[in-house]
């Protein structure tokens, strides 16, 4: 059996290899770009360094909502979800203060019923006040887009279920 071993041959093989690494990779990448769906626009707002550390981002719902709008529809309907930001946030932080609150008087070793009466009461207050404030941002935003987009909303991509109407 006779072998031909060449300086020459051993770096063709090292080349090809190399190259058969980066086009893997290339196409791993290419692949990875096209199957990935785009990020929430809060999401690669924060992902971007646009929030600011330890600060929570606008409830989920108004993500879920701009994901469906054309872009030109999405850019007007956050928009105008930004204009309500103080308010929303202010209301989910006072949500969650109320809740706590709750926590706190469910799982003290003293359960005083009283308290927790009013406590609950005022969460469900909070909470009520929450909603007001994305129910206005919605119809500031209702207001500014077409009824298509309008429909899209109420729609939302068609995901709505029979027991909910």
Do not use: C, Y
């Not at 927790?116 to 009461?121: F, G, H, I, P, V």
């Amino acid at each position: 059996m006779v072998s031909f071993k060449s300086p020459a041959g051993s770096w063709l093989a090292i080349a090809f290899t190399a190259s058969l690494a980066v086009n893997v990779f290339l196409a791993g990448l290419f692949i990875g770009q096209r199957m990935m769906a785009p990020m929430p626009p809060a999401a690669a707002a924060a992902f971007r360094g646009g929030e600011r550390a330890g600060e929570r981002t606008m409830p989920a719902i108004i993500d879920r909502i701009a994901e469906i709008l054309p872009p030109d529809q999405r850019t007007v309907f956050l928009a105008t979800m930004e204009k309500h930001r103080a308010d929303i946030m202010g209301a989910g932080a006072a949500v969650r203060e109320a809740r706590a609150k709750v926590r706190d008087l469910l799982s003290a070793d003293n359960f005083d019923r009283p308290a927790t009466e009013a406590a609950m009461s005022d969460l469900r207050d909070r909470h009520a006040a929450f909603q007001r404030a994305l129910q206005m941002a919605m119809l500031d935003a209702a207001e500014a887009l077409p009824p298509d987009a309008r429909r899209q909303v109420v729609n939302m991509g068609g995901r709505r279920s029979a027991n909910r109407d």
